[in-house]
């Protein structure tokens, strides 16, 4: 017999109904299997009992973190790190010597004077070389403000799924989740739902952990995502990634390390001498987070179909399902803003580093085609925003955005080019980006020729057709021929009375 008393069922007061969260914490203890026969018969018909040591050990030690974090629904970011520092130590990750940052601090100075010489923003913080874990540790809490507002969301999602869950089990429900017998799983909400929250969250935390630490696997740069995630102004390379990504270019390592510098201090020149942009990026991200629809169904269909064996099963169930396929119409706006401050910031930092290499780096031009394949094929980054906050994080449009700084910079110098972000309203918008030279002209108050299409072609040649025409006609009546007036009576050749 159980240790537990029964108590009355229906009645979550009862003093007498186990204490929940105490047998779940002596079910995972070393011992708890033996002392409670009933739980271990569940497992084993749930084929738990084939688990090696090993994995089990391992479910032990998540369950264990599930019951530990929070249970107001907040992210726990503690779990989330470790999750992604240990993946990222996983995939190799090394600590970088002091040589190497001093390298990358000297990269970047050569960096700056270049680009001294092309733009009137102003050069940031030192030069840092990270390792991936000190880039998780680093962009954490810029995560946590990002996939906050989803957090909340899917721990409802999950909570509500798992209510649905249990109360469809019916009669024997007790039995069946291995708890004492006569323990009513309906009258123990109170205990089971702050649980709940605590495991949604963790499993919320594993995906991030996950997501982060792939991303801190493929990155060259600190922000080259073009989202600030980093508290500060420091120009942060990631020497075993650049030293991976300098691998497929048929490049000097050395050429690859200062364009890559290049691009990532003139992307923080830009983040600080603007300071509304930072936030309006965070904002956008935010906005379509905090109005996302968690696919409840998705997430009741994934729970109930979990392998029990498997002990990422329950976080591997969320992948893909966690938000509704069709996005509200506030979500179409915040995104069509992101894209388009998106593609203005990439935009500007092709234009500015090309100018920038140009003449100091012999490959230059191969290296700036190479990053837009690199950014062209997708990464870690759009997977990242895709599965935590179901964001398609691409810069559309930035081949237009490029485009518009070259034209306004040719117009008017790389001052006027520079000064377009001075104010949110005087910079471009996915309108101008449409029209670019309209909007040179509006910042440079000169009058620009409207764009020529098939039309205005087609007229043309119309036009041309109509004046040989005419012209064909003056000649066949005589008006340029040889019976004009220079051989005519009063020619030249007329004597004059």
Do not use: C
Not at 72 to 84: K, P, V
Not at 454 to 470: K, S
Request: hydrophobic letters at 40%; zero cysteines; glycine letters at 10%.
């Amino acid at each position: 017999m159980s240790d537990y008393p029964t108590g009355r069922p229906g009645d979550p007061n009862d003093p007498d109904q186990p204490d929940l969260g105490e047998l779940l914490r002596s079910l995972l203890s070393g011992e708890g299997l033996a002392e409670h026969p009933e739980f271990a018969e569940a497992l084993r018909n749930m084929g738990i009992d084939r688990l090696d040591p090993a994995t089990m050990g391992m479910l032990q030690a998540q369950m264990q973190a599930m019951m530990s974090g929070p249970a107001d629904g907040g992210f726990n970011i503690e779990m989330a790190t470790d999750i992604a520092r240990k993946q990222v130590a996983t995939d190799g990750d090394q600590s970088v010597s002091a040589r190497t940052k001093g390298d990358t601090d000297q990269v970047v100075q050569v960096a700056n004077l270049w680009l001294d010489d092309v733009t009137t923003f102003a050069a940031v913080g030192p030069g840092l070389a990270w390792s991936r874990a000190e880039w998780v540790e680093h962009t954490m809490p810029m995560w946590r403000r990002l996939v906050e507002p989803v957090a909340a969301g899917v721990g409802n999602a999950i909570q509500h799924a798992m209510r649905e869950q249990l109360g469809q089990l019916g009669d024997g429900a007790a039995e069946q989740l291995g708890l004492p017998a006569g323990t009513d799983p309906a009258a123990m909400m109170g205990q089971i739902e702050p649980m709940m929250a605590r495991m949604s969250n963790a499993m919320f935390a594993m995906q991030v952990g996950q997501a982060v630490g792939a991303l801190a696997g493929d990155l060259v740069s600190g922000a080259e995502i073009g989202i600030p995630l980093l508290d500060g102004d420091q120009v942060v390379l990631l020497p075993t990634n650049v030293a991976a990504f300098a691998e497929g270019q048929s490049v000097d390592a050395g050429e690859v390390h200062l364009y890559v510098a290049t691009r990532e201090a003139a992307r923080m020149r830009l983040f600080h001498a603007v300071p509304w942009l930072s936030p309006a990026l965070i904002a956008a991200v935010q906005s379509y987070a905090g109005d996302i629809s968690i696919d409840t169904e998705g997430i009741e269909r994934s729970l109930r179909d979990i392998d029990p064996t498997d002990p990422q099963a329950m976080q591997s169930a969320l992948q893909g399902s966690l938000f509704t396929p069709e996005p509200s119409e506030a979500q179409r706006r915040a995104l069509a803003h992101l894209e388009t401050l998106l593609a203005l910031v990439e935009g500007w930092v092709d234009v500015v580093s090309d100018r920038a290499a140009d003449g100091h780096l012999p490959h230059a031009a191969a290296l700036s085609e190479a990053v837009r394949r690199r950014r062209a094929s997708g990464g870690p980054a759009e997977r990242v925003f895709s599965s935590l906050v179901g964001l398609d994080l691409r810069p559309r449009r930035l081949r237009d955005a490029a485009a518009l700084f070259g034209a306004l910079e040719e117009a008017a110098g790389a001052d006027a080019r520079d000064e377009s972000w001075q104010h949110p309203d005087f910079a471009p918008t996915a309108a101008d980006l449409d029209d670019p030279q309209a909007y040179v002209a509006r910042r440079t108050g000169e009058q620009v020729q409207p764009p020529r299409d098939d039309v205005d072609a087609a007229l043309d040649a119309l036009l041309a057709q109509g004046e040989a025409e005419f012209e064909g006609e003056q000649g066949s009546d005589g008006s340029d021929g040889s019976d004009g007036p220079e051989n005519g009576p009063d020619g030249p050749d007329t004597p004059r009375g």
